[in-house]
C-alpha cells in the first residue's frame, strides 16, 4: 500500500499523478484546431466533426457515474494501466480512420479511458495524504488541469500546419505510452482498503450523495462553469477560419489564450478560497455577465478576432475562478468515498457540459461573434441562476 511508502516514492507518484492530469485536456482539445480541416478531409458537415467531441464528453461523464464505485471495490492502479493501454491504441486507430462513425465510437473508448484515469488519478490524492494536505493538492488539481487545455490546441494548430490532423492523435498515443512505462516503474496500488462491492449500498450511497442539495448545485455550477468555455471549444475554429479567415495556428494561438486564462481563473481561485462564500462565489458571477453583456453591444457595430479574444479572455478566467472554488469544496464532500464521490461528481458535470455542448452545436449555426455571444449569455444566466439557489442553501445551512 502507497500510503506507508517511503515519502520519495509518494513525491514521485504525486509529481507523476500532477503529469498525468492534463492528458484528459489533451484528448478533448488538442484536435479543436483541426475541426475544419478533418470535416474537409472526412467530407461531412461540421456538425458531424463537432460530434466526435460530444461522444466523447458524453461517455466520458457517464462513465464517471459508475467507474468510482467501481475503483473503491477493485482498486485503482490495474485500472488505470489498462486505461492508459486503451488510450494508445485508440488514438493510433482514429489516426488511420476515414469514417467519421468508427471515429465517433473509438472517441467513446477513449472517453471511458479517460473517465478511469481521472477518477483514479484523484482519488489517488485522497488515498496518500491527510485532509490538510488533500485540500492543498485538491487545489492545484484544475492549474495542472488546465495545461491541457492550454497547450493541446496550440501543439495541435502546429501538428496539423507541419503534418495533418493524424498527427494530434499520434501524439496522443505518444503520452499516454510515457504514461504507462512510468506508471508501471514508479506506482502501485494506493487504496487502503479495498471495499466489496455492494450493490444495494452503492445504490444508498448514490442516494445520499444525490440528495446533497450543496453537492448537487455545486456538480451543476462546475458543469456550466465548463460549458462556458467549451462553447469556445464547438464553435471558435470554424468561426476564426471561415468567417475571420484565419488558419488553423491562429486557431491554436486563440485556444491557447483562453486556456491561459482558465488557469488564471483558477489561481484566482486559489486565492479567493478565504473570502466568504456569497462575495467569492456571487462577485465572479456578476462581472461575467457584465462582460458578456458587453461583447454583444460591441457585436453590434464591429465584429473581428481582435473584439472577440479580449472579452473571451476576461469571461473565461470568471469561468475558471469559479470552477476552482466549487471543484476542492465539492470534492471534500464525501472524503471517506471519494471514489464515488470523484466519480459521481465528475460524471455529472462533464453530462452537463456534453449536453450543453450538443445543444450549442444543434440550435443553428454559429456563423459570427454575436451568435457566439447569445450561447455566453444563455449559459451564463443559467450559471448566475444556480449560484443564487446555493447561496440560499448556504446560509440556510448557516442558521
Same mark, same amino acid.
Given at each position: ?11 514521485? *507518484? ?40 460530444? &461522444? ?6 457517464? +462513465? ?27 488514438s493510433i486507430s482514429i489516426a488511420y480512420l476515414d469514417n467519421?462513425?468508427?471515429? &465517433? ?40 488541469? +488546465? &495545461? ?5 490546441? #496550440?501543439?495541435? @494548430?502546429?501538428?496539423?500546419?507541419? #503534418? ?30 479495498? $471495499?466489496?462491492?455492494?450493490? $444495494? ?19 451543476? *455550477?462546475?458543469?456550466? +462553469? ?15 477560419? /471561415?468567417?475571420?479567415?484565419? /488558419?488553423?495556428?491562429?486557431? @491554436? ?15 484566482? @481561485? ?23 453583456? @458587453? ?8 465584429? /473581428? ?5 479580449? #472579452? ?5 478566467? &470568471? ?6 472554488? #466549487? ?73
Amino acid at each position: 500500500m502507497l500510503k506507508n511508502t517511503s515519502e520519495q516514492r509518494k513525491k514521485l *507518484i504525486t509529481a507523476l499523478a500532477f503529469i498525468s492530469i492534463p492528458l484528459s485536456g489533451f484528448v478533448t482539445d488538442i484536435y479543436l484546431p483541426s475541426f475544419p480541416s478533418m470535416a474537409k478531409d472526412l467530407n461531412v458537415l461540421e456538425k458531424e466533426i463537432q460530434l466526435t467531441l460530444t &461522444c466523447y464528453l458524453l461517455s466520458y461523464g457517464i +462513465s464517471q457515474l459508475f467507474v468510482g464505485s467501481l475503483l473503491d471495490s477493485i482498486g485503482r492502479y490495474k485500472p488505470r494501466l489498462i486505461a492508459l493501454f486503451t488510450l494508445v491504441i485508440t488514438s493510433i486507430s482514429i489516426a488511420y480512420l476515414d469514417n467519421i462513425f468508427y471515429i &465517433c465510437l473509438l472517441r467513446i473508448v477513449q472517453g471511458i479511458g479517460i473517465s478511469i484515469l481521472v477518477v483514479a488519478t484523484r482519488a489517488l490524492f485522497m488515498d496518500l495524504y491527510d485532509t490538510e494536505k488533500r485540500a492543498h493538492y485538491l487545489s492545484y488539481f484544475t492549474v495542472v488541469w +488546465s &495545461c491541457g487545455p492550454i497547450l493541446a490546441p #496550440f501543439l495541435g @494548430g502546429y501538428l496539423e500546419k507541419l #503534418f495533418n490532423w493524424q498527427a494530434n492523435f499520434f501524439f496522443l498515443a505518444i503520452y499516454a505510452g510515457i504514461l504507462l512505462i512510468l506508471d508501471l516503474a514508479i506506482s502501485g496500488e494506493s487504496i487502503p482498503e479495498k $471495499k466489496k462491492f455492494n450493490l $444495494k449500498n452503492t445504490v444508498q450511497l448514490y442516494s445520499t450523495m444525490l440528495q446533497n442539495k450543496m453537492f448537487m448545485l455545486g456538480i451543476i *455550477i462546475l458543469g456550466l +462553469s465548463y460549458s462556458i468555455v467549451m462553447i469556445f471549444n464547438i464553435a471558435g475554429p470554424f468561426i476564426i477560419e /471561415n468567417t475571420f479567415h484565419y /488558419n488553423s495556428v491562429v486557431i @491554436g494561438y486563440c485556444t491557447l489564450i483562453l486556456g491561459f486564462s482558465w488557469m488564471l481563473g483558477g489561481f484566482v @481561485g486559489k486565492r479567493r478560497i478565504y473570502l466568504e462564500f456569497e462575495p467569492r462565489v456571487k462577485q465572479p458571477a456578476i462581472v461575467q455577465l457584465i462582460l458578456i453583456g @458587453g461583447l454583444i453591444a460591441m457585436s453590434y457595430f464591429l465584429e /473581428n478576432i481582435w473584439v472577440m479574444m479580449p #472579452f473571451l479572455f476576461l469571461i473565461h478566467i &470568471c469561468s475558471g475562478t469559479l470552477f476552482n472554488n #466549487f471543484f476542492t469544496s465539492t470534492m471534500l464532500t464525501f472524503p471517506e468515498n471519494s471514489g464515488t464521490a470523484g466519480g459521481l461528481m465528475g460524471g455529472l458535470v462533464y453530462v452537463i457540459t456534453s449536453i450543453s455542448s450538443f445543444v450549442i452545436s444543434s440550435t443553428g449555426n454559429i456563423s459570427g461573434q454575436m451568435e457566439l455571444s447569445i450561447r455566453y449569455i444563455i449559459i451564463s444566466l443559467l450559471l448566475f441562476s444556480t449560484i443564487l439557489l446555493i447561496v440560499q442553501a448556504n446560509k440556510k445551512l448557516l442558521k
